[in-house]
């Protein structure tokens, strides 16, 4: 028993994953009522991984500044700059291609019990507090923001502690690593209850009804992750983008697709940075960051849902406004995480630059949640994969023009 748990784990994480994925859909189609109790262990992986990465990234945050020596650069401002950058562009794409393949929906849903943000400034408030929430509240909340924040402060406060301190908060974020290791060894157990799961729940055919939308959502997100992006990468390290795209896609962005959360992959990402080699003092800031402000996929969901309210119910909109959608949606989506429901709860924010009354765009929120089983996962694999993407671009700049 031992030696096969040995050959394994010694097959690729991808190669296990995709044997889970097969595992799950197979136990889906034949077995969906015999096999439920599959579904445990999709539950349990998610959870471990979302208990582990709020203490993950506070002990790396402030190990990692404790330890930071004056004069030592880290990546974080091109890293910040790549995030807008990639953020802005989804939402214009997606701005782009709403118009050239206009798309009408049936408002028969609804979401009234829903509270969505009343405006921009609504969304940078939430973001602002969150900066200043109390620390076991943001560690008990998932609060990254928050999180940083305190992270940042303690880790600045301590630069000058006791050597023996600062072994001490090594060791503890070492430990938390490993554990961190554990439990992405158990992702194809935990992928094959969350396919098994979402195939016995939700089935597909709910979404047959919107495939027109669908297809135009996954479609900005599949063209920004294998096309823009790449340009955006290929601009700053001046050589072929792919086998960096297609690594984090295929070793953050299947997980991020079934987990569909972005919290929960913070530690698959830290760990993919690690394996890439990248300086620790800046992925331990930029991942979670990132899994906050990196909001590509939001900024698409948001543009391709306002617009399509906006064609059926056959308003005229100028470039200029649409512009103006490009920049509002980019602005929305960094402060998403930060909102109860996400990125769908934003497009009453967004709907009202065109005048849409607010139950109406709550309508469209509900065919949101409807078509949400693949338009989340796929949101989340763009936003989550492209977090450790930029922070590899930002650092092998860096190193190129040495």
């Known amino acids: 028993m031992k030696e096969m748990f040995h050959k394994w784990n010694q097959i690729s994480l991808v190669k296990r994953i995709l044997a889970g994925i097969i595992v799950g859909i197979l136990l889906a189609l034949i077995v969906p009522k015999g096999a439920s109790w599959v579904t445990i262990f999709g539950s349990l992986f998610v959870g471990a991984l979302k ?105 600045i406060a301590l630069k000058n502690a006791n050597e023996t301190t600062k072994t001490l908060l090594s060791n503890v974020s070492d430990a938390i690593t490993k554990v961190v290791k554990w439990i992405i060894s158990l992702a194809p157990i935990g992928i094959m209850g969350l396919v098994f799961d979402a195939l016995v729940t939700n089935g597909l055919s709910a979404l047959m009804e919107y495939g027109k939308l669908l297809a135009l959502l996954l ?127 934003l497009i009453p924010l967004a709907s009202n630059l065109f005048g849409i009354p607010n139950d109406i765009a709550m309508q469209v929120v509900g065919v949101g949640f409807i078509i949400g089983v693949l338009q989340d996962s796929c949101e989340t694999a763009l936003n989550s994969s492209s977090d450790v993407l930029f922070t590899a671009t930002a650092e092998y700049a860096k190193k190129r023009k040495k």
């Open 219 to 345: 479609g900005c997100m599949f063209f920004i992750a294998l096309v823009v992006n790449p340009l955006i990468v290929y601009f700053y390290i001046r050589k072929n983008p792919y086998p960096l795209v297609f690594q984090c896609l295929r070793e953050s962005g299947i997980t991020a697709f079934f987990t569909r959360s972005s919290a929960a992959n913070i530690p698959v990402n830290m760990n993919l940075c690690e394996k890439l080699g990248l300086n620790k003092d800046t992925y331990s800031v930029s991942i979670p960051l990132g899994g906050t402000v990196n909001m590509a996929g939001a900024a698409v969901t948001i543009s391709v849902l306002t617009l399509a309210t906006v064609h059926t119910l056959g308003i005229e909109v100028d470039f200029a406004t649409a512009l103006i959608l490009s920049v509002l949606s980019a602005i929305s989506a960094a402060g998403a995480s930060g909102v109860a429901g996400g990125s769908l709860l």
């Open 51 to 155: 208990a582990v990465a709020p203490v993950l990234v506070l002990f790396l945050v402030i190990d990692a500044i404790s330890k930071h020596k004056s004069g030592t650069q880290t990546n974080i401002k091109s890293i910040i700059g790549l995030y807008a950058i990639g953020t802005f562009v989804a939402g214009l794409v997606a701005v782009v291609a709403s118009f050239l393949f206009p798309v009408k929906l049936t408002l028969v849903t609804s979401a009234e019990d829903l509270a969505p943000p009343s405006g921009i400034l609504e969304v940078l408030q939430t973001l602002l507090f969150n900066v200043v929430d109390n620390p076991v509240n943001a560690l008990m909340n998932a609060n990254y923001i928050g999180i940083l924040a305190w992270a940042i402060l303690l880790g």
